[in-house]
Every structure is written in structure tokens, then in C-alpha cells.
């Protein structure tokens, strides 16, 4: 079974651009999260996404959206890019649904975005 | 949300037991304690998890406080492989959010 993949895995943009960033989740997961990671500030909650809709929203400002198609894949977008949204973006997918036990989490080895 | 309170860093010799502990008094009734790990240069893996009881898995065991405000994780025996941050996590049984804290950096000596 393939586990999840994102793309790109490393990016280099530059102030002010904005970008999208792609997670295909494990086949038959249906739920996909976004975390961020920062040596300062650690792993932080994005969002979540279950059957295409938002389920959980973190603490980030709007420049960060994100949105789920019908097949799971989702994708990330950040625009205005400033400094310090330099980070490993991580993506985790899984079952999803009502039981705990379904909502084991596995992750993709991230995109490394470097803002210039 | 509810947070959870771990050590920086600790250290373990190889083939010996780790225990792990976290700090969780904010813990409401409804939060999941799960555990993951992060090894170098890879997305977080699934560990352990639990609600009331004590867990055992193959990888790990879970103690869970009566009051639930604490739990450790239990590294039966660490190998070098198991050099990693681990991370104490509560999970939201409503809103199915995760809170990741800072984690404990743990270097396992040969």
C-alpha cells in the first residue's frame, strides 16, 4: 500500500509569491490534515479536511487556505509569502469518521518551502 | 485546547527501558493521549494511544494517571533506531483536532 505522497518536496519562492503544495493521501483515507513545522515554534495545526469539507481550522492567518478533492488528494496554498512562513509542510492522512481507533494518522515526508 | 508539558530532551542506554512522561492537567474527559514520533528527517509515525486504560502495543506501552492529568510512554527496551522526538499529544474526541506539544528529544546511547 503506498503511504502518502506530497509534492513538490522542496520549493524556493520568493516574498510575496504565492504557492500550492499537494498531498495525495493512503488510498480509502478520507481525511487529510496540514501541519506546519518550524524550528521555533514546532509543529503546528493547520487544517483538516474530511469528505472535501473543513472539519478543523488551526490558528493561521488567511493567506493560508487549503481544499480537498473528491478523490481525498488535497492541496495547500499560501499567497503573499513573507519569511517566516519558511517551513516543512506536513501532510497526514487517514480514515477518518466517527471511531477513534480509525483516526491513526500517518504522514508524508513534507515539503521543505523556503521563502527568499 | 488543552496542552500538553513534556521534557526537552532526555537520554537512554541502548537495550535499557525509557519511560517517557507527559504532563496533561487541562486533559477534559473527551481527549485522546496519542503518542508519535518524529525520526530524523521524516513526517511524525504513530506510536500508541489511549483514553482510560493502560495500552500495550509492539512498539510501545502506554500508562495512563488515574486522574489522567499524566501519562508515560514506555520504550520496553530502546534501540539506537528509537533516537527520535517523540511527541505527547491530546486529541480532541469531539473535534478530532490534534495538539501537538514540543516533544522530548531522546538520544539513546550505544
Known sequence: KAGVTQTPRYLIKTRGQQVTLSCSPISGHRSVSWYQQTPGQGLQFLFEYF???QRNKGNFPGRFSGRQF??????????????????????????????????????????????L | DAKT?????????????????????????????????????????????????NV?????????????????????????????????????GGTYKYIFGTGTRLKVLA
Open chain 1, 51 to 53: 469528505s472535501e469539507t
Open chain 2, 56 to 92: 500495550n502495543n509492539r512498539m510501545a506501552s502506554l500508562a495512563i494517571a488515574e486522574d489522567r492529568k499524566s501519562s508515560t510512554l514506555i520504550l520496553h527496551r530502546a534501540t539506537l533506531r528509537d533516537a527520535a522526538v517523540y511527541y505527547c499529544i491530546l486529541r480532541d
Open chain 1, 70 to 115: 473528491s478523490n481525498s488528494r488535497s492541496e495547500m496554498n499560501v499567497s503573499t509569502l513573507e519569511l517566516g512562513d519558511s517551513a516543512l509542510y506536513l501532510c497526514a492522512s487517514s480514515l477518518g469518521g466517527q471511531i477513534i481507533s480509525y483516526n491513526e494518522q500517518f504522514f508524508g515526508p513534507g515539503t521543505r518551502l523556503t521563502v
Open chain 2, 5 to 53: 508539558t513534556q521534557p526537552n530532551s532526555m537520554e537512554s542506554n541502548e537495550e535499557e527501558p525509557v519511560h517517557l512522561p507527559c504532563n496533561h492537567s487541562t486533559i477534559s474527559g473527551t481527549d485522546y493521549i496519542h503518542w508519535y514520533r518524529q525520526l530524523p528527517s521524516q513526517g511524525p509515525e504513530y506510536v500508541i494511544h489511549g483514553l482510560t486504560s
